[in-house]
Every structure is written in structure tokens, then in C-alpha cells.
């Protein structure tokens, strides 16, 4: 019998990957349908753990197998000169026959032509001119264009206003690349807070035009897959009704996906059939885990008042309504109307109808129930 397959960790490809064939096909059809197609910009947001990050390496292995140049990067300071250094030098190096006359390395460019101590190579020590970005891009797209007849993909993980300047060189250099007619696709990702504050950036206009994709709860139906299909695979089974328990307690959220599957699997991994019972404890240690993976760093991002606003909604059991969140943190409507505002932004909270809110991410209510500022908000506030 195989191990366990479910991959309950951050950035690594599940063994199913479900509900992605969309964004997968957009992007597919961008490749195809040339310059000025949507799927040659586009933005993904979401929670903690729903997927950015393994749709991104999905959308790369499409463009590899197409044969397009791929350059990926997690979004910090300084990223667009680390690019255009290594990965945009090292394909240059590799595609470009013209690419020994500007970029005089040796072997490796990751080298970057710095840092060469004693041992190094003559080419190592002669410095190489300075490859901007832009024309970096600009050129490499060119080769792959002629050489291949494909181009490149740029991908921006966890793209955040911390590393504002980056984003909008590289930004702007993929966008000088669009108004030339180079065979460039883009691809950025980030949590819903950060990309709104950096869609509020004019500068990044670019990005506000982008074809915007929000991984959100998955349909039941791709979640029963993602469930029943690896446990298959790797040669058990799962009764009918057990699985029905895993889907629900997944809650549709993908990471929930692999930490209930992985768990239910681990209860007792020599019976060939993972059972109610083995589900009931895997939910229960999952949702323990979604704690601290996804809900402890969650509300570590917030302000103090954004936390007491969520912990204040926390003491109903269904949706909330704003006038009963204003007045259990003391506060009137007004204010408590900008953290709703700020809050629905970054996706912690969805609007739930008839003006009431309610929790975004799967298990915070329970999560905030267990919490310190859930306890002192319901003792200051006796009425409630
Ligand atoms: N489409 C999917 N189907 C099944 N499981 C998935 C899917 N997408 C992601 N997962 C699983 O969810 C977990 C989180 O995925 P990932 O690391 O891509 O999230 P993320 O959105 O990048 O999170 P973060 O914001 O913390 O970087 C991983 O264990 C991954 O295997
Ligand atoms: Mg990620």
C-alpha cells in the first residue's frame, strides 16, 4: 500500500489538484491567442491556503510544456535587479547566442560576476555590465520569439506594497512589452489585503487591469475528488458516509482539503478503508491545525481593532449584524463601518445578506471563541 498522499503544506502540488481548470485554461488560451489576450495578465487572490501559490507552479508547468521561457520570483525588495541577475541572465545565457559578448560569465550566470574569491574564474571577475530588468525582458522575449517561437512568463508570488517599487518595474516593464507586441505572459498572486492596497496605487494601473481570479470555497463536487480520487490511488478506500464528513468538514477550502484527507488517512493506515470514526479525529486534528497554520498568522496581520471587530462577531452563531458588532465594542456605527469596509477588503469577512457579515476564512469563529480577545470583549461587555 502507498503512503499518504495528501500534501498538507504551504507551496506543495496535492496529488489533485481540483477546481483550477479555469484559471489553467484562460492562461492556456493567453499563450495561444497572442498579445492583448486576457490570460496574458492575470492576478490571483486569496486566503492563506487556498491555493495560490500551487496554481501558480500549475500555470509555470503549462508554459514549460509549451516550451515558454519561464522566470518566477516571490515579490520582495530588490526582486526586479535579483531577476534581471540570475534568472533573466542565466536564460540569456542559455538562449541567446549573442549573450557572451553583454553577459561575460563562465559557467552558471547565477554567479552574477560578484563575489569571486580567489578561486574564480577569469570570466567570473570581469564585471558584467549592469542588465536592467526591462531589458533583460525585453531581450530574452525577443530570443525565445525568434529561436522558439514562444516567449516568457513572468510570475510574482506574494506580491505585496512592502515591495512596491518592484512591483511597479516590473510592471511596467511587462507592459512596455505588451505595447511592443512581445509574446510576454504575467502571472501575480497575493492575499486579497495586500493586493488591494497595491491596487490602490496608481502607478499600478497595470495590475487593476489584469483578468482578476479569486480562489474561494470549491463546489462540493470538486472537493469529493480531491478527497476520494488520491485515497484510490494510493489503494484504499473511504465509505460512502465518511466521506460526506470530510467533504463538510473541509469546509471547501483547499488547504483543509489536504490536512482532512491527510489526518482521516493517519487515524489507522492499516485498515483498508478510512471510516466515520477516522474522519470525526481527522477533522478535529485538522481544524486544530488550521489554527495555527492559517488563522493565528490571519489575524497576525490585522490591527488591534480590526481583531476586536472580528471577536466581537464572533459571539453570534450565524451572521452578525454591524449595529451588535458596534455596540459590543463600544463604538458607534460610523466607526464600526470603516473596519467592516477594511475587513471586507481583505477578505476576512463576506457580506451574508440582509446587511449581516460573516467569517471568510473556515473554522475563525471557532478559532476566536478559544480566544483571548473574544473572552475579555464578552466580560467588558456584560449586555451582549
Ligand atoms: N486546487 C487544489 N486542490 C487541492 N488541494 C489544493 C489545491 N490548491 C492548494 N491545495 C493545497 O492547499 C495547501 C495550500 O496551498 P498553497 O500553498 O498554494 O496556498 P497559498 O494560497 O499559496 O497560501 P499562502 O497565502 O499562505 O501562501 C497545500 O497543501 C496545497 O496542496
Ligand atoms: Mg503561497
Request: hydrophobic share 40%; aromatic share 6%.
Amino acid at each position: 500500500m502507498a503512503g499518504n498522499p495528501f500534501t498538507p503544506t504551504f507551496g506543495v502540488t496535492p496529488p489533485l489538484l481540483a477546481a483550477r481548470e479555469e484559471e489553467l485554461e484562460v492562461f492556456v488560451e493567453g499563450l495561444q491567442d497572442g498579445v492583448g489576450s486576457p490570460g496574458r495578465a492575470m492576478l490571483v487572490t486569496g486566503s492563506r491556503g487556498s491555493g495560490k501559490t500551487v496554481l501558480l507552479n500549475s500555470i509555470e508547468d503549462a508554459a514549460l510544456q509549451r516550451g515558454w521561457l519561464v522566470v518566477s520570483a516571490t515579490t520582495g525588495v530588490g526582486v526586479a535587479q535579483e531577476l534581471a541577475q540570475t534568472r533573466l541572465a542565466q536564460l540569456l545565457h542559455e538562449h541567446d547566442p549573442e549573450a557572451r559578448s553583454f553577459l561575460p560569465t563562465g559557467g552558471s550566470a547565477s554567479v552574477a560576476g560578484f563575489g569571486a574569491g580567489a578561486q574564480g574564474t577569469y570570466e567570473d571577475r570581469v564585471p558584467r555590465p549592469t542588465l536592467s530588468f526591462r531589458s533583460g525582458l525585453e531581450r530574452l522575449a525577443d530570443v525565445a520569439d525568434a529561436r522558439l517561437g514562444t516567449g516568457v512568463l513572468i510570475t510574482l508570488d506574494e506580491v505585496h506594497t512592502s515591495a512596491l517599487a518592484d512591483v511597479r518595474q516590473i510592471t511596467h516593464a511587462v507592459q512596455h512589452c505588451f505595447r511592443e507586441g512581445r509574446q510576454v505572459a504575467f502571472v501575480a498572486a497575493g492575499l486579497p489585503s495586500s493586493v488591494s492596497d497595491l491596487l490602490s496605487d496608481q502607478v499600478t494601473s497595470f495590475l487593476r487591469r489584469a483578468e482578476r481570479f479569486v480562489l474561494g470555497t470549491m463546489p462540493e463536487a470538486a472537493v469529493r475528488a480531491a478527497l476520494a480520487e488520491p485515497i484510490k490511488m494510493a489503494g484504499r478506500t473511504i465509505d460512502d458516509e465518511a466521506l460526506d464528513l470530510a467533504v463538510d468538514g473541509t469546509r471547501g477550502y483547499p488547504f483543509l482539503i489536504q490536512l482532512v484527507g491527510h489526518r482521516s488517512w493517519r487515524a489507522d493506515p492499516d485498515q483498508a478503508s478510512i471510516t466515520v470514526d477516522h474522519v470525526r479525529a481527522g477533522v478535529e486534528g485538522a481544524v486544530r491545525r488550521a489554527g495555527r497554520m492559517i488563522h493565528e498568522p490571519a489575524l497576525r496581520d490585522l490591527s488591534d481593532v480590526d481583531r476586536s471587530f472580528l471577536a466581537a462577531m464572533a459571539i453570534d452563531d450565524g451572521p452578525s449584524r454591524i449595529a451588535d458588532v458596534a455596540r459590543r465594542m463600544g463604538v458607534d456605527l460610523n466607526y464600526a463601518n470603516q473596519y467592516r469596509r477594511r475587513l471586507l477588503d481583505a477578505e476576512m469577512i463576506t457580506a451574508a445578506g440582509r446587511g449581516r457579515l460573516a467569517f471568510e476564512l473556515p473554522y475563525l469563529r471557532d478559532y476566536l471563541i478559544d480566544h483571548p480577545v473574544t473572552r475579555a470583549l464578552s466580560t467588558n461587555n456584560p449586555q451582549t
